[in-house]
């Protein structure tokens, strides 16, 4: 069963910056598809960012194009989500997600997903 953990959410100023984290366990995550996803309160869960499982191909929504970038360390079984210039619109719980059968996606069915960490964007 794979378990991911996600961390390095927190608070901060609109225009700072954070790194959240992934840290994949019982699984072959060095041949998994992974994604980025967001949810705001009262909203559907979004897709953020996705990565194929060498890094070649990456993903993103247009409205982190830019200042997000999702990168991935195959020999530590993590996953990352630089985030820059953030705006308040980012505010949300952060979820990464894990695919062990198909490409990178930006739909939601991705099999394994973690508890999520919580990002707040103060104006």
């Known amino acids: 069963q794979v378990q991911l953990v996600e961390s390095g959410g927190g608070l901060v100023q609109a225009g700072g910056s954070l790194r959240l984290s992934c840290a994949a366990s019982g699984g072959t995550f060095s041949s998994y598809a992974m994604g980025w996803f967001r949810q705001a309160p009262g909203k559907e869960r979004d897709f953020v960012a996705a990565?194929?499982?060498?890094?070649?191909?990456?993903y993103y929504a247009n409205s982190v194009r830019g200042r997000f970038t999702i990168s991935r360390d195959n020999a530590e079984n993590t996953m990352y989500l630089q985030m820059n210039s953030l705006e308040p619109e980012d505010t949300a719980v952060y979820y990464c997600?894990?695919?062990?059968?198909?490409?990178?996606?930006?739909?939601?069915?991705?099999?394994?997903w973690g508890q999520g960490t919580q990002v707040t964007v103060s104006s």
């Open positions: 997600a894990a695919d062990p059968d198909h490409p990178p996606s930006s739909t939601t069915n991705y099999e394994y």
């Open positions: 990565i194929s499982w060498n890094s070649i191909n990456t």
